[in-house]
């Protein structure tokens, strides 16, 4: 039988609760970002009237379906 003390089983306890509870942040947030990664993929905003409008054609410049003027497919950052 092993014997361990008191303070060194709730160290144990203790350590792989923290451990647990840390990793499953880590992989509920990595996938958050990743969902929130691809919700914006082909999100577009215009860079003459700021209408945000989702392409999911290949063409290299989308039009814009408010004022028709052509865009660059930058990275579309959120706050
Ligand atoms: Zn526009």
Redesign the pocket.
């Known amino acids: 039988m092993i014997r361990v003390s008191l303070t060194l089983l709730v160290f144990i306890y203790l350590f792989l609760f923290l451990t647990a509870v840390f990793g499953l942040w880590i992989w509920f947030e990595w996938k958050r970002q990743r969902r929130e990664k691809l919700a914006v993929r082909n999100r577009i905003r215009?860079t003459?009237?700021a209408?945000e409008f989702e392409d999911n054609t290949e063409t290299q410049l989308p039009r814009?379906p408010?004022?028709g003027?052509l865009n660059e497919r930058f990275k579309f950052r959120t706050l």
């Open positions: 215009c003459i009237c209408f814009c408010r004022c003027s």
